[in-house]
Structure formats: C-alpha cells, structure tokens
C-alpha cells in the first residue's frame, strides 16, 4: 500500500476550512510550504568508499514563530512524508499555543547498518548543508525517528563552527551539558498520559486496571509504557521494529526494558506466560488503550475493523490514515490525534530553546509543572469542541490548530 502522508495532511485541512467557515483559497496556503530543501550529502564511509545520501528540510509555515521540527534518519524517509510531517508540526504548535511554526528534515538512510563515525559525518553534512537556513529564530530541528541528542550535539557544532557563534537555540533535544532541558527525554509520554488521564476522566472511567499496548519501545513508546504503568495501567502488548509480545495479565516494563537491552529486539524472546507476536498482530489485541508510538499509517482501511481498543493515543506521527480515522469514528473509538497527544515533546522543546535564550535553565518540577497545565488545558479545548460540534478529536484539534494559524498569517498580511 503506498503511503501519502501528505495526502492524509490535506484531508484534515480541508475538513478545518470547511468546519471554520473560511474561504476555500485557504486550502492551497495551508498545503503548500514555504520552502523545501532537497539535497545531496556526500560522506566518505569507513570503507573508504563514497556514499551520496538524500537530504532533507522542509520549511512548513512560520507565521506563529520561527519553523520547529525534528530530523529522522529512516530508510523509508521520504519528501510527501517530511513535508506532512513539517505541516503537522505548525498545526500542533498551534494546538498547543507555542509560538512556533513546522518544518521537518530527513536523510534517506539506514542507521542501523552504518557505524558512529558514519552518523556523525551524515549529521555534520546536513548540518554543513542547511547552516544558511536554519537558526534559533529561523528554524530549530529536533530530534525523531532514529536521531538522538547525540547527534542533535552533531548539528550544533558544525553549525557554530560554521557561523562562529555560539547558538544553542539552534537545536532542542540536546545533551544536558550543552544547554538540553531536563524532562525533554520524557516529555513526549508525559504530555500523551496528562492527556490520557483526561479523556479517561471525560469519558468517567479510572486509570487504574486499563490494559494498554504499545507499538514501539523507543523514546515515546518505551517511556510511555513505564509512566503508565506507574499510574496503575496494565501493559499487556509491546513491540518494536523486529516484532511484539502479549500477555494478557501484563508486563512489568522494567523486565521488558532489561530484555531489550539485552536481547535487541522483542522477536522471539521468551517470557513466561507472554506469545509472541507481529506488529500486525499486535494492533488488533485485545486492549483498553491503543498506543501507535512508532511510524505513520500503521492503522489502515485494512484493520481498523478489527481493531479492539476504546481509546487510541496517537504518540507516533500520522499512524492513522484518514479512511481509519472514519472506520474508528464509526466504531465510537475515542482517539487522541497526533497533534495533540504527542505535542508535549515539542512543548519542552519550546521551554529547552526559552531557557538557552534567556540563558537560565529550570529545574525538572519547573519543566513539569509548566507542561501539565498546557496539555490539559489544550486537551479541554480540544474536548470541548468536539463535544459540541459533535466531531472527531482529531477534526477539534485540527480546527482550533488551523484557525490559529490562519489568524496569525491574516494579521501579517490583509491579501491573505
Ligand atoms: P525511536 O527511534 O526512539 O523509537 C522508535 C521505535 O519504533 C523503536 O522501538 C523501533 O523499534 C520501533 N519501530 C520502528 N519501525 C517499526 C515498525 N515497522 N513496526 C513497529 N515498531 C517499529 O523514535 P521515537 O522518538 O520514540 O518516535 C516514535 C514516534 O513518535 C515517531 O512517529 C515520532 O515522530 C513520534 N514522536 C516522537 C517524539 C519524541 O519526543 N521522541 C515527539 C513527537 C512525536
């Protein structure tokens, strides 16, 4: 099945327009970025040979801040996917009301098949690359699917070599020691089990004994699983890019993060009164909550039907096609959308980039207890609109990101 993420974007952009009354020029502004850079890296790889790698960054839409968004290193990394994933990102800061706008970068490569000193050359050649065109107030990658701060730590220094000065607003998710906010590695779960926690209390049920499975053990998946489990849910189903298990009592999360560690990957292993199974399989067990956190259009026409779950939090980018969402909205499935359940990551990428502007760094309470309130009171707004227009979480959400946008481009311009 081929993947058009940004196809999927366009859907819910179209919804917003018509739900908000605007005119339908709207549409083409708020599909179209600003500026795409597509380019060519050259390192040479241990071999000593050459190697070219695709490169990208995709500038969505600024008219709320400078352009905020992660770089993924993936194989499947692609421009439809870069530029859906750019877009979403200025709809999510604007769900969450941070000043900033979307882009988002890529290099077409497989991180598990190169080796460090190979890492390092493809994050400083795409550093090299895109110096002219990024910058604390311009535009400020991150760290996503297979990126780490390690090689935010990368970009920086090629980018201050570059420019000779130092900048640490460049770049969020960075190591602590040069200037990375602390509760950045769990602020993504955080922000998705604060607005959990609230549409569980919406909808009058407790926490406590929900059964959830996870789609990827990674940075949002593996982090989520431990805070959840610490708030009394029951972790009955997890996986990662090799395969999943399941056990219908439940696991304890440190174990699996032991196993992992251990073992590489959950294909295979054994753990007593767990079975193994596919990521296929996994995603139609039984459950109470349904966590996506690994990579788009995981939830298709092809299984939604059969999916078990009553909630969905959507930690990972575009997991759900549109054709899905419709099939779950019908299911009466209560799914929290990317633009909101995973925006607590971009959140403290904002407090990480105020605190190395005013250079004065916060304590991990002060990063919390900032977060908390922007998430749930982002999650009410969301709810509340959904409830009385009688739509999807996902169309609130997409509604109230798009309109703050278009109010924000309206202001800067009377030819909009
Ligand atoms: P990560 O690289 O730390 O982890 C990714 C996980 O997904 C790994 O466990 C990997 O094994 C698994 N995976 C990869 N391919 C898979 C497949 N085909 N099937 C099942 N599992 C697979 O990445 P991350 O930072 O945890 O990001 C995961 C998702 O969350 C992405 O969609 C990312 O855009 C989104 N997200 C992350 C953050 C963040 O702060 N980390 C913020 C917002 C959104």
Same mark, same amino acid.
């Given at each position: 099945?081929?993947?058009?993420?940004?196809?999927?974007? +366009?859907?819910?952009?179209?919804?917003?327009?018509?739900?908000?009354?605007?005119?339908?020029?709207?549409?083409?502004?708020?599909?179209?970025?600003?500026?795409?850079?597509?380019?060519?890296?050259?390192?040479?790889?241990?071999?000593?040979?050459?190697?070219?790698?695709?490169?990208?960054?995709?500038?969505?839409?600024?008219?709320?801040?400078?352009?905020?968004?992660?770089?993924?290193?993936?194989?499947?990394?692609?421009?439809?996917?870069?530029?859906?994933?750019?877009?979403?990102?200025?709809?999510?800061?604007?769900?969450?009301?941070?000043?900033?706008?979307?882009?988002?970068?890529?290099?077409?490569?497989?991180?598990?098949?190169?080796?460090?000193?190979?890492?390092?050359?493809?994050?400083?050649?795409?550093?090299?690359?895109?110096?002219?065109?990024?910058?604390?107030?311009?535009?400020?990658?991150?760290?996503?699917?297979?990126?780490?701060?390690?090689?935010?730590?990368?970009?920086?220094?090629?980018?201050?070599?570059?420019?000779?000065? +130092?900048?640490?607003?460049?770049?969020?998710?960075?190591?602590?020691?040069?200037?990375?906010?602390?509760?950045?590695?769990?602020?993504?779960?955080?922000?998705?089990?604060?607005?959990?926690?609230?549409?569980?209390?919406?909808?009058?049920?407790?926490?406590?004994?929900?059964?959830?499975?996870?789609?990827?053990?990674?940075?949002?998946?593996?982090?989520?699983?431990?805070?959840?489990?610490?708030?009394?849910?029951?972790?009955?189903?997890?996986?990662?890019?090799?395969?999943?298990?399941?056990?219908?009592?439940?696991?304890?999360?440190?174990?699996?993060?032991?196993?992992?560690?251990?073992?590489?990957?959950?294909?295979?292993?054994?753990?007593?009164?767990?079975?193994?199974?596919?990521?296929?399989?996994?995603?139609?067990?039984?459950?109470?909550?349904?966590?996506?956190?690994?990579?788009?259009?995981?939830?298709?026409?092809?299984?939604?039907?059969?999916?078990?779950?009553?909630?969905?939090?959507?930690?990972?980018?575009?997991?759900?096609?549109?054709?899905?969402?419709?099939?779950?909205?019908?299911?009466?499935?209560?799914?929290?959308?990317?633009?909101?359940?995973?925006?607590?990551?971009?959140?403290?990428?904002?407090?990480?980039?105020?605190?190395?502007?005013?250079?004065?760094?916060?304590?991990?309470?002060?990063?919390?207890?900032?977060?908390?309130?922007?998430?749930?009171?982002?999650?009410?707004?969301?709810?509340?609109?959904?409830?009385?227009?009688?739509?999807?979480?996902?169309?609130?959400?997409?509604?109230?990101?798009?309109?703050?946008?278009?109010?924000?481009?309206?202001?800067?311009?009377?030819?909009?």
């Amino acid at each position: 099945m081929k993947k058009t993420p940004f196809k999927n974007y +366009s859907v819910n952009v179209e919804k917003s327009v018509k739900l908000l009354g605007l005119p339908k020029e709207f549409i083409k502004k708020l599909t179209t970025p600003n500026r795409i850079l597509d380019k060519k890296i050259s390192i040479t790889m241990d071999s000593g040979k050459k190697q070219t790698f695709q490169a990208y960054r995709v500038q969505f839409n600024n008219a709320r801040g400078p352009y905020k968004g992660g770089i993924r290193f993936h194989p499947d990394a692609d421009l439809d996917e870069v530029k859906a994933l750019a877009a979403a990102m200025a709809v999510k800061c604007a769900v969450v009301g941070i000043p900033l706008g979307g882009g988002k970068g890529g290099v077409v490569c497989d991180p598990k098949k190169l080796s460090p000193n190979e890492i390092e050359k493809i994050s400083r050649a795409w550093a090299k690359v895109m110096t002219p065109y990024i910058g604390a107030n311009k535009d400020i990658p991150a760290p996503d699917v297979y990126t780490n701060g390690q090689i935010m730590a990368f970009i920086l220094d090629e980018f201050e070599k570059n420019t000779g000065k +130092s900048e640490p607003g460049l770049i969020t998710g960075k190591p602590l020691s040069l200037g990375g906010s602390l509760g950045r590695d769990t602020a993504t779960a955080d922000g998705g089990a604060f607005v959990l926690r609230e549409l569980v209390k919406a909808l009058g049920m407790k926490e406590r004994g929900l059964r959830v499975i996870v789609q990827g053990f990674g940075n949002a998946g593996g982090t989520m699983a431990k805070i959840l489990q610490k708030a009394g849910y029951v972790i009955v189903g997890i996986s990662d890019s090799h395969g999943g298990i399941y056990n219908s009592v439940g696991f304890d999360v440190e174990q699996l993060e032991r196993v992992k560690h251990d073992k590489g990957s959950f294909k295979d292993v054994a753990i007593k009164g767990a079975k193994n199974i596919s990521n296929e399989e996994l995603l139609v067990s039984d459950c109470d909550v349904l966590i996506p956190a690994a990579l788009d259009g995981v939830i298709h026409v092809g299984n939604a039907g059969e999916i078990k779950a009553k909630i969905i939090v959507e930690l990972a980018n575009g997991p759900t096609t549109p054709e899905a969402d419709e099939i779950l909205s019908r299911k009466k499935v209560f799914l929290i959308p990317d633009v909101l359940a995973n925006a607590g990551g971009v959140t403290v990428s904002y407090f990480e980039w105020v605190q190395n502007v005013q250079n004065y760094y916060w304590t991990a309470e002060e990063v919390r207890a900032r977060l908390e309130p922007i998430m749930v009171n982002s999650f009410k707004a969301v709810w509340q609109m959904a409830c009385a227009k009688k739509i999807s979480l996902r169309d609130a959400a997409f509604a109230i990101g798009i309109g703050r946008i278009t109010e924000a481009m309206g202001e800067r311009s009377l030819k909009l």
